[in-house]
């Protein structure tokens, strides 16, 4: 069976949901990305990986696999007929990369971690300058389509899901981009979306900030 290390609502969740989406049993050990400490047994974190950051997915023949966008192909990629990833070879696939990598670096990395990371005004105010310039990107996307990649829910999708869940905690108002905020209503309205975030959400708030 394969295994997830998380931590509830970190970009983790976005595995979660393709794996629930995807209708793929999974193990899940919360690993505290504060402390570096697995909660099933108080294990380092960083021996399960040197980065000490989820997800980290653990395959069946005992393989470590990190990075989100790596992570997501791979899930996807385990139940084809669910159309979670274009198949290889498909230019949507490259697509698909595409949103992984701008979700990724451009949302995730450049906001989202400073934000919640380092948290001061002076570090902050370069990443606060260039989030609505990012956010339009997408934002023009989905004016006129449902999803990010073709006309079904890929694990790009998942990764944005997430994305914009915590640009929300984060203090941006997401409705200041209307499409966005529609496409958002309607991934979460997602069956398997919301029992993830209901799952992790609740988990959460067992957990100090
Ligand atoms: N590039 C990685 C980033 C993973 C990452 O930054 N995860 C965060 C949670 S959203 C984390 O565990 N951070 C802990 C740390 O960096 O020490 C990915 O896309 O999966």
Excluded at 1 to 16: D, G, I, N, T
Excluded at 31 to 59: E, M, Q, Y
Excluded at 175 to 193: D, E, F, K, T
Aim: charged share 20%; with cysteine; glycine share 4%.
């Amino acid at each position: 069976m394969l295994q997830l290390y998380f931590f509830p609502m970190a970009c983790s969740l976005a595995s979660r949901i393709a794996l629930m989406e995807a209708g793929i049993e999974a193990r899940y050990h919360l690993a505290n990305i504060w402390t570096k400490k697995v909660a099933d047994d108080d294990r380092d974190f960083r021996s399960v990986s040197p980065k000490g950051a989820v997800p980290v997915l653990v395959l069946e023949n005992g393989q470590h696999l990190t990075e989100s966008a790596a992570v997501l192909q791979y899930i996807a990629d385990r139940k084809p007929e669910t159309g979670l990833a274009p198949p290889p070879g498909d230019p949507d696939r490259y697509r698909l990369q595409e949103w992984l990598s701008f979700i990724g670096a451009e949302i995730h990395k450049a906001f989202l971690f400073p934000t919640f990371w380092y948290k001061d005004d002076a570090s902050l105010a370069k990443p606060r300058a260039r989030i609505g310039q990012t956010l339009s990107v997408p934002s023009a996307h989905l004016a006129d389509r449902e999803f990010l990649v073709g006309d079904r829910f890929t694990v790009a999708d998942a990764h944005l899901t997430w994305a914009l869940l915590l640009l929300r905690a984060a203090g941006i108002d997401v409705a200041q981009w209307p499409s966005l905020s529609a496409y958002h209503a309607r991934m979460q309205a997602r069956p398997q979306v919301k029992a993830a975030i209901g799952i992790e959400a609740a988990l959460r708030k067992t957990l100090a900030a």
